[in-house]
C-alpha cells in the first residue's frame, strides 16, 4: 500500500436515495478503511422537482448508509460549483473521484473538474453509465463536455470502457468491476420468516423483480415468462417490487390479459434498506431481463443473497466469472427467458451458497483501484 493520500469523493449520499448513493457511501468507507484520508462532496439539490419522475429523491430508511458529507453543490446554481472548488482547494486533495451516471451534471461537473485541474489536481471519473437509459439527442455532446476533463477513468464493465474509448478515443482507463452488495444481507431474517410476512408458502416458486421499474429493466417480458409458464403448468409467483417509474397500468393491463394476476405482487413503493432482505430473502430466483446494457446495482445485492440469476445478455457483462448459478438470455427473447426461469428453478435450493471468489473483496479493490490510479497520475 501506498503512503496515506488525500481523496475528495464527488457523488450523492444519504439523504438521497438510491444505488449510486449507496455506492457512493460504501466506496467512502472502504476508502477510509484502507486508510485514506477522505472529504465526501454531495448535493444540496440533485435534480429540480419538476425533472424528478419518483416520488422522492430522499431515503427513508430508518437504517441508513451514512457517511460525513459536506452538501454544497447544485447543479443548477453556478456560485455553488466556485464555491465547491474553493472547498476542494482547501482540502488539498491528492485526486478527486467523480461519480457519473447522468448528463444533467454535464455543466457543473465540466466547471468544477477544469477549476480543479487549474491546480493540478488529477481527476478520475467513476463511471456508472456514460449515458443515460433513455438517450436523448444531445446526451453525447454533454457526456464528452464533462468527461474531457478527466484525466483518467473507472469503468465497471467491458461494455461501458468501450462506450469510453468511442467517445474519447485516447481516454485513461482501468477496469474494476461493480461490488457486491453485502451490506443488506447482514443479519437477514430466514427465508421461512420472510415468506411468512409476504403471505406465501414454503411449496411456492418465487422469482424476484427488484429495482425502480422502468420500461428498459423488461418488466413486460418477465411477465410474459411467467404467462408462459403457466400455460405449461407451471405456477410461478413473481415480486415486482420497487418504485414505479411510468404507466403502471400498462404492467396491470397485461397481468390481466394474461390471466396471472394470482401470481403477481407489485410493491411499488421504494424499499428502505430494513426491508431489502425480506424480499431477497423469500425469493428462489432474480430476474433481470434488461432490454439495453447498464450496471445493476439489484443484481449485486442478488449476488450477495446467492439467488441463482437469470439475466439478459445486456446486464451479464457486469457479473463476476464464476458465479456459479448464473442463466443468460438474449434480451427480449420471451421463450429463452421462460426456459431459464424453469432452470433455475429446478437448480434452486435454501441453502445456496455462492462459491466464487473475493465476494466481500469487491469493495477493497476498488478502494485499491483508486489509490493506485491517483499516485500513478501524480507521478507520471
Not at 99 to 122: D, E, H, N, V
Not at 217 to 223: N, S
Not at 296 to 316: D, Q, T, Y
Not at 320 to 325: C, F
Request: with cysteine; proline share 6%.
Amino acid at each position: 500500500m501506498s503512503s496515506k493520500l488525500r481523496i475528495v469523493l464527488i457523488g450523492p449520499v444519504y439523504p438521497y436515495r438510491g444505488g449510486i448513493a449507496h455506492f457512493t457511501s460504501l466506496l467512502s468507507r472502504a476508502l477510509e478503511q484502507i486508510h485514506q484520508s477522505i472529504a465526501v462532496i454531495s448535493f444540496k439539490r440533485q435534480y429540480p422537482a419538476w425533472l424528478y419522475p419518483g416520488k422522492s429523491d430522499r431515503d427513508p430508511s430508518q437504517l441508513p448508509i451514512e457517511v460525513s458529507a459536506d452538501y454544497s453543490l447544485d447543479p443548477l446554481l453556478p456560485w455553488t460549483w466556485k464555491r465547491t472548488a474553493s472547498k476542494i482547494h482547501g482540502f488539498k486533495p491528492d485526486g478527486v473521484v467523480v461519480s457519473w451516471w447522468t448528463t444533467f451534471w454535464a455543466p457543473a461537473y465540466g466547471y468544477l473538474c477544469w477549476q480543479i485541474q487549474k491546480k493540478g489536481i488529477p481527476v478520475i471519473y467513476l463511471i456508472h453509465n456514460i449515458l443515460p437509459h433513455e438517450v436523448r439527442p444531445w446526451d453525447r455532446w454533454l457526456a464528452k463536455i464533462a468527461l474531457k476533463r478527466g484525466n483518467a477513468f473507472i469503468v465497471q464493465s467491458t461494455l461501458e470502457q468501450d462506450n469510453l474509448q468511442a467517445l474519447i478515443p485516447h481516454a485513461k482507463i482501468r477496469l474494476s468491476p461493480h461490488p457486491v452488495y453485502t451490506v443488506f444481507n447482514a443479519g437477514s431474517i430466514t427465508r421461512s420468516e420472510a415468506r411468512q410476512k409476504l403471505k406465501l408458502t414454503e411449496v411456492d416458486r418465487v422469482a424476484l423483480f427488484f429495482g425502480i421499474i422502468r420500461p428498459y429493466k423488461g418488466l413486460q417480458d418477465a411477465l410474459q415468462a411467467i404467462a408462459q409458464l403457466r400455460e405449461s403448468g407451471k405456477r410461478v409467483i413473481l415480486l415486482v417490487v420497487g418504485e414505479i417509474w411510468g404507466n403502471k397500468q400498462e404492467y396491470l393491463n397485461q397481468v390481466h390479459k394474461s390471466g396471472i394476476s394470482d401470481q403477481v405482487v407489485f410493491e411499488d413503493r421504494y424499499i428502505p434498506n430494513e426491508d431489502v432482505g425480506l424480499y431477497f430473502s423469500a425469493a428462489d430466483v432474480f430476474l433481470a431481463p434488461y432490454r439495453s446494457s447498464t450496471q445493476s446495482g439489484a443484481v449485486k445485492i442478488a449476488m450477495a443473497f446467492g439467488l441463482p440469476l437469470v439475466v439478459s445478455n445486456a446486464v451479464a457483462d457486469g457479473i463476476a466469472q464464476g458465479y456459479p448459478s448464473l442463466y443468460v438470455v438474449q434480451s427480449e427473447d420471451v421463450l429463452e427467458l421462460t426456459k431459464a426461469i424453469e432452470n433455475a428453478l429446478q437448480q434452486s435450493t435454501n441453502e445456496f451458497i455462492p462459491k466464487y471468489p473475493s465476494i466481500d473483496q469487491g469493495w477493497d479493490r476498488l478502494a485499491r483501484t483508486i489509490v493506485e490510479w491517483i499516485g500513478s497520475l501524480k507521478s507520471s
